[in-house]
């Protein structure tokens, strides 16, 4: 239950930034793909996948009042399973904070990378050449560091919190008299 709390949670955070331009990419979708994959089955993930594809849907057409196409979001789609499925690799089985670094590293990396290229590929605001890829990567920056920033944050909150209640809890348990 608490992994789709958190996909519910990502959603309603994209709808928070809409007008502070300088806050844009920072939500809870990196950490909460990472958490959900993590804690979840393969079979689950079609449905937070299905509720963050009806939001881009969602924003794109009511909020940022533009056509929605679908093609342009392939990538961002393609990433969230990614994310999932890195979530899934990393920490499902063990969460280490070496494998907790690599996930929160990873996450927000490969989207800037696989988004800001699809961005270059498919626009016209960058020229389609090394130069131009290179203005749109550093265009982007801003998000990327917004985005490594709330994935961290909410990654670390998601897996933290229960690990430290249960330290607490542990710790406090019962000492058993000696016979």
């Known amino acids: 239950m608490p992994a789709y709390l958190l996909i519910l949670v990502a959603i309603l ?7 502070h331009t300088s806050w844009l990419n920072f939500t809870a979708v990196g950490g909460a ?7 979840r089955s393969w079979r689950e993930m079609l449905a937070p996948l299905a509720a963050l ?10 909020a940022y009042h533009y056509e929605f196409r679908w093609q342009g979001y392939i990538p961002t789609w ?3 399973v990614a994310a999932m499925a ?3 690799i990393l920490l499902h089985a063990r969460t280490s904070f070496l494998r907790f670094g690599a996930a929160v590293l990873l996450g927000p990396t490969s989207f800037f990378l696989i988004s800001d290229f699809a961005v270059w590929y498919g626009g ?7 130069a131009g ?12 560091r917004n985005d490594l920033i709330s994935t961290t944050i909410v990654a670390g909150l998601a897996f933290g919190v229960p690990a430290l209640v249960r ?3 542990h710790s406090q348990a019962p000492v058993l008299p000696a016979r």
């Open 13 to 19: 955070s994209r709808f928070t930034v809409l007008s």
């Open 33 to 39: 793909l990472l958490y959900f994959g993590a804690r």
């Open 53 to 62: 594809m009806a939001a881009d849907y969602v924003l794109t057409t009511y």
């Open 78 to 80: 393609i990433w969230y």
């Open 86 to 88: 890195l979530g899934q």
């Open 124 to 130: 016209t605001m960058y020229p389609h050449t090394l």
């Open 133 to 144: 890829l290179e203005a749109c990567y550093i265009a982007a920056l801003p998000f990327y």
């Open 167 to 169: 330290r607490m809890q």
